[in-house]
């Protein structure tokens, strides 16, 4: 199983930054999707931006243009750069780690990491 644990959530004003880190450890090998998901309060779950090992990233369209997606693949490591924040960027962001063939439980999440945007 891979742990994850998140760091860079906080308090900002709307249109500041912020940079969120998900570090993984244990066993991992190539071929793997490392993500950011959030749940605002009321709300499911919902895909933020995700990066395979490969190269290749997905936003979703809330998002696009002002967040970036990022990883370090020898440190197991993803960030999400996040500019221009608004107030409905509110929620708590979860890394999520996955394998290509993954099967629905196969998949590991970190605790989470509250972002508030205040206008």
């Known amino acids: 199983q891979v742990q994850l644990v998140e760091s860079g959530g906080g308090s900002v004003q709307a249109g500041e930054s912020l940079r969120l880190s998900c570090v993984a450890s244990g066993r991992i090998s190539n071929g793997n999707v490392m993500g950011w998901y959030r749940q605002a309060p009321g709300k499911q779950r919902e895909l933020v931006a995700v990066s395979t090992s490969g190269g290749s990233t997905n936003y979703a369209d809330s998002v696009k243009g002002r967040f970036s997606i990022s990883r370090e693949n020898a440190k197991n490591t993803v960030y999400l750069q996040m500019n221009s924040l608004k107030p409905e960027d509110t929620a708590v962001y979860y890394c999520?780690?996955?394998?290509?063939?993954?099967?629905?439980?196969?998949?590991?999440w970190g605790q989470g990491t509250q972002v508030t945007v205040s206008s």
């Open positions: 999520n780690f996955r394998y290509y063939n993954w099967s629905p439980g196969s998949d590991s």
